[in-house]
């Protein structure tokens, strides 16, 4: 099923997201779930706050970019209860966006390398480097558990001149071709 994407300004997405324990109800279709909304949304990554959910799970196809980087070819993983533990490398630009974020494209600076520490949904535990293209869409996903968006990581200047389409997007003025939920959208009108 596909999930709608909250949108900017839903508190969800501020939270610090909790681990989960292998109980966690309708865990394999909420990973399912996920998929499937990544993929009708045409996103190389999901995160649980971005449907709602409070928890440290996030999902990442990167295999489009396989085409650029034959290494990623296939690179379609589930992330559990996962931290990051070393992050190293020159910083470098990278243009991202985001479904809770849609239209916004801007340059984010992150280091190049992390070393990350997961379960997968065998509850099988990893630790695991990764590295340029793989290591973005992770630190990006990684940010949502904790609260954190990719338009914060940008400079003062950038973020001024962002404001009011933020603005627009949490008003839900703004046309998206995937359902979403706009937090400051009043109930009963669209
Ligand atoms: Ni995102």
Known sequence: MVLPVKAYGHPTLRKVAEDIDKDYEGFS???DDMFETMYHTIGVGLAAPQINRSI????VDISPYAEDYPEL????KVFINAQ??????E??????GCLSVPDIHEDVSRPTSIKIE??????????????GVAARVIQHEYDHLDGILFVDR?????KTLLKKRLKDIAHGNI???YRMIFPKVKKGKK
């Open 154 to 158: 940008l400079t003062s200047l950038r």
């Open 73 to 76: 070819d296939g690179f379609k």
């Open 56 to 59: 440290r799970l996030f999902v």
């Open 175 to 177: 046309s998206v071709k």
């Open 91 to 96: 910083e470098e630009l990278f243009n991202e």
């Open 84 to 89: 990051i533990t070393e992050r190293w490398g």
């Open 118 to 131: 997961y379960y997968d949904p065998e509850w099988n535990f990893h630790q695991e480097e990764y590295h």
């Open 29 to 31: 279709q909420l990973i």
